[in-house]
């Protein structure tokens, strides 16, 4: 039997270009579409799901895809050097700051604002990094960063930590043993934002 393959897992299985997809006016399966991603229909599904492949339901319960839509699903996959950057925070003013630096680098942003919003998002996106501000109010983030360390598929993505304060010496060492690769201080510094994520980029690619 053929192993069920997740969204999360997907992206380890190279997703490509194929050599030619079906003329654009035509409709696909998930089982379709998955033959031409190099995944299962599952893994299709779950971007459906989640939002990340547009498709329209059908009255019998049936998806269907459009053909031009894969087509942009798959060139978005496709660009490798572009990195997906989650942003877990909840000071807007941090948040701005940090996605236009993402952006000026030419990656894509990802904002969670909670801890069930990051996970769901980091599992079905599976983003190069994560920068983390640990003293964030309105959620418990050394909590959040053992449950990324926990979960199948984004255990080892490295992260960038963001603080309002020095950290103590435990927070730190914590933070170390979590997977982290540099601290950003706030309120930030003019070009540092951009400087410390591309240092860290520069080290995992």
Do not use: C
């Amino acid at each position: 039997m053929e192993p069920m393959i997740v969204a999360e897992e997907a992206a380890h299985y190279g997703i490509r270009a194929p050599a030619a997809l079906p003329p654009s006016d035509r409709y696909l399966s998930p089982n379709e579409a998955g033959r031409i991603l190099n995944v299962t229909g599952e893994a299709v599904k779950q971007w459906i799901y989640h939002r990340r492949l547009p498709a329209t339901k059908l009255s019998n319960g049936y998806w269907k895809i459009k053909v031009a839509d894969l087509e942009n699903f798959i060139r978005a996959r496709q660009n490798l050097g572009q990195k997906r950057i989650m942003v877990i925070d909840n000071d807007e003013a941090n948040i701005k700051e940090l996605v236009g630096a993402i952006e000026r680098l030419g990656h894509d942003p990802i904002v969670a604002h909670n801890a069930s919003d990051a996970l769901l998002k980091a599992s079905d996106l599976y983003p190069s990094l994560f920068i983390v501000n640990v003293t964030a109010s309105i959620f418990e983030p050394w909590k959040l960063l053992d449950k990324v360390r926990k979960t199948r598929n984004i255990k080892n993505v490295p992260m960038l930590i963001v603080s309002s304060q020095d950290l103590q010496d435990a927070d730190s060492d914590r933070a170390l043993e979590l997977g982290a690769q540099g601290f950003l201080r706030t309120p930030f510094k003019a070009g540092v934002v951009a400087e410390e994520i591309g240092k860290v980029l520069t080290r995992i690619m």
